[in-house]
């Protein structure tokens, strides 16, 4: 008992209060997490998982001698392991997995020769892997994974002469593979991916025949696989062997591991024909062969294709970046129609796509980029209705695009530049709800650009048109690509003027818009592209002074050459630097810095001044002076005023006339959203031309009054947190006609709220909310941000807050969709907080029973958003009724039956930022993103029970959401494509188990 005190009196925090039992009033027998023998009732086992305790672990336990299991999983313990651990003889399973341990691995801890499983594994170990863990004759797994560990691997590892899974993966190990491995006959998991190992795979290792899965990814092996590799491994079901060195031929005795289910080769030095027969291999689902020299030009290096159609479980197939040579086989329309990706980019294929492509309805990704096919885009390919990543890129495909095409309703991008292709842009394009990224450039395209494609408010990426033979007007519904980041429509027929309306895509960083007829000004809406950082208006008709306006966005890169422009060159911003922008071929411009070496601009002020024309002059500058000064006394005084600690709210005094007139007159065009008690308009605030957002109460409607304006200023004069709404000014004053009036302006979101991400409104008039899916790994960020705010409410305000209104609707993204908690309006602290402003759906059980608003209120409609989040249905669908609600729905259903389709495996998404990418099956393994899925859903649960102190508390939830990220992507290395495409290519060394029961139950093969 006095032992186990001890270790108690080493925990700093126990949220869940796990250690209030820990009394001298209840026998220590009894006290939660320990377990006694009935005879001797001595301490067995000591069981303390996923409790977010922090602390150190007692020197004490060594005092449990008779302690056969300590496990500590899924904490926050750190510190070194006490020496004292070499006393528990009798210590048969020792896991501290997913802590925060550090300094070296004990040398002692071999004195625990009972030990079957140490599992050290997401810690910070340091230093080398003891030579002594050899002596543990009796353990079975050994799992120091994802640790700082370095130095070479122990040739005494091979004396584990009952080890079956060996995990040393993701960390800083270098040297070669010790041969001594090849001892272990029971060995059936081997994972060493991820470090720094070098030289040859020891021959013996590959007779291992118990070998199951073997991963050495990302390492520095090299050498060739023993041509009689699938006869000595019969039992192997997961080879990864990507990104090393190894050369020579793929083994032909591949064709006898009939149990291969992943086998992943990317980015070696593998040479030779195929020779494989896949015919065999009847449960392969993952085949990648990818960024090889493999192939050799000829018609019949795809022969193999054949026998791939006997696979009648394979998903992903990618076969990109190779020497693949001859044309696409007749038997691709035999492939498996479980396939979902199909990646041939990067070869040496020709001919025409064979129509059984069409048979192949689940795919999701299609690439046959950077080939030599030709002929017409098979109009079969709109059967393939599932697509949503079509490259097509850098062929010889001519002829039009074919109509069938529309059917892929769920594209988010479509590569078909370096083409042949003619003929319009087919209008149907403004149907793809869902596109983000659309290049045709460099084909023979004619015609105008539709409405309908510049319109198509969900492109975020790029939008490339450049060198085909468009003509006619730019559309003034330019304005509505309000997310686009890269627009380039340069070396056309395009004729008339900039529209104005340009200025309203705010996210545009590259505009380029050379080589085509335009005429006139340079529109001064272009200056409103505050975050532009390239324009390229070269070698057009335009005309006209240069705008001032341009030096005071963030433009890098500038090309105004071969215009007709004159006057005076600006010389600030851009123009500061002669090698950032080009003015050639505009003979009328003067001034400038001296580096362009432009002429001096004509003095146009009279020679023959009077006496009265410089008093004249005189004047405006002395009323300058005058009001500068008067202008620096008032905030001389502002600043006075705050030293002395008198509250404001404002950075600047608005007015109504200030806010009327930024917000159109507080058009319904600008209007974003409602709320019960208020309306939010966009607009541009003057001075500074800033884009906001202002939230007018509404004091009509009943319960909205001046102290719920009141409550919310006071949120947010003591809120301060990069996941929280900035907050710029209040207003409160009378309109024009004497009503109150009273405003709060925020930060504008230009990415609009999570509901309209996750719900996008259908129809006609509903262009502003088709925007793009979202993908896993974004909507897991999100969700991270919104419990990143919720956390610094509740635990880390002076008071803490209750939101008492988490919902889609009240949490808006920014330019790089991360995510704000916005509407405090109905945020009350803690003593004042009401459960009657909570939303329907959202609102925790207890509400219902006139319980008070509270953090555990605000965990229950954050467990709702977090499985609305992931499964795509609201908590008011119709669907829940009868006692069924989206908690019960979630605990109980299937995955595949409750996660949002687009989340599936099958869905597919590439992006150029690392924290857009999807998990997609060709880019990670399937099995792990299901895992990770259920995980979400598991914390989405756990905080929407019914009972309030059972919930989660909300710093736990981070760290839960950090952590299923960081083994999302950290056990994943990511590397880019010849074809540009982000990719995560999958280590077998983690998994995490699909377990209702314990949400945060995450182990090893």
Known sequence: MQALLAIKEGITQDPYGIFTSWNSSVHFCSWEGVTCSHLHQRVTKLHLTSLDLVGTLSPYIGNLTFLTGLNLEFNNFHGKIPPQVDGLFWLQHLSLTNNSFSGEIPINISRCSNLVILGFGWNQFSGKIPLELGSL?????????????????????????????????????????????????????????????????????????????????????????????????????????????????????????????????????????????????????????????????????????????????????????????????????????????????????????????????????????????????????????????????????????????????????????????????????????????????????????????????????????????????????????????????????????????????????????????????????????????????SRNKLSGQIPISLQLISLKKLNLSFNQFEGQLPTEGVFRNATAISISGNKKLCGGIPELELPICPNTEPKGRDKSSSIKLMIPLLSGLVALVLIMSLVMIFLSRKTKGEPSLTSSPVTYESLYRATNGFSSANLIGNGSFSYVYKGVLDPCESMVAVKVINIDQQGATSKSFMDECEALRNIRHQNLVKFYNACSTSDFEGNPFIALVYEYMPNGSLESWLHPVRGADASANEVRILGLVERLNISIDVACALEYLHHHCHNPIVYCDLKPDNILLDNDMTAHVADFGLAMFCSEAMSKYSSLGYAAPEYSMGGNASAFGDVYSYGILLLEMFTGKRPTDSMFENGLTLHSFAKTALLDEIVDPMLLPRSSRETQEEEGVLINPDDSSIKQAQECLISILQIGVACSVESPRERMDIADVVKELQLIRDILLASHAIHTSTSGSLRFEGSSSRSITSNWQNFTSFRLP
Not at 167 to 173: F, G, P
Not at 458 to 475: I, K, M, R, V
Request: glycine share 8%; charged share 15%; with cysteine.
């Open 137 to 537: 004759q009796k353990l079975e797994r050994l799992q120091v994974h994802d640790n700082n560990l370095k130095g070479p691997i122990p040739e005494t590892l091979g004396n584990l002469s009952a080890i079956k899974s060996l995990s040393l993966s993701v960390n800083n190990l270098e040297g070669t593979i010790p041969s001594s491995l090849s001892q272990l006959k029971t060995l059936n998991f081997l994972g060493l991916d991820i470090n720094k190992l070098s030289g040859l795979v020891p021959a013996a290792i590959f007779n291992l025949s118990s070998l199951e899965i073997f991963t050495v990814t990302y390492n520095q092996l090299y050498g060739t696989l023993p041509s009689d590799f699938g006869l000595s491994l019969p039992r192997l079901k997961v080879l990864k062997i990507g990104h090393n060195w190894f050369t020579g031929p793929l083994p032909k005795s591949l064709s006898n591991a009939s149990n291969l289910v992943e086998l992943d080769a990317y980015g070696n030095n593998f040479t030779g024909k195929v020779s494989i027969d896949f015919g065999g291999l009847s449960d392969l689902w993952w085949l990648i062969l990818a960024s090889n020299s493999i192939g050799t030009g000829e018609v019949d290096d795809l022969s193999f294709f054949n026998s791939l159609s006997r696979c009648r479980n394979l998903k992903v197939l990618d076969l990109s970046d190779c020497k693949f040579g001859g044309v696409l086989p007749e038997s691709i329309a035999n492939l498996s129609t479980t396939l979902l990706s199909l990646r041939l980019g990067g070869n040496q294929l020709f001919g025409s796509v064979h129509s059984g492509i069409g048979n192949l309805v689940n795919l999701t990704v299609l690439q046959l980029q950077k080939n030599n096919f030709s002929g017409s885009i098979p109009e079969v390919v709109g059967n393939l209705r599932r697509l949503q990543l079509v490259d097509l890129s850098e062929n010889k495909f001519s002829g039009s695009i074919p109509s069938s095409m529309f059917n892929m309703t769920r594209l988010y991008s479509l590569h078909l530049e370096k083409n042949e292709l003619t003929g319009n842009i087919p209008l149907s394009f403004g149907d793809f709800r869902y596109l983000q990224d659309l290049d045709l450039s460099q084909n023979h395209l004619s015609g105008t650009i539709p409405d309908e494609v510049m319109s198509l408010s969900s492109l975020t990426n790029s939008l490339n048109l450049a060198d085909n033979q468009l003509s006619g007007p730019l559309s003034v519904e330019i304005g509505a690509l309000n997310n686009l980041r890269r627009l380039d429509i340069s070396n056309n027929m395009l004729s008339g003027k900039i529209p104005s309306s340009i200025g309203r895509c705010v996210t545009l960083e590259s505009l380029l818009l050379a080589g085509n007829f335009f005429e006139g000004i340079i529109s001064s809406s272009i200056s409103s592209l505050k975050g532009l950082e390239e324009l390229d208006l």
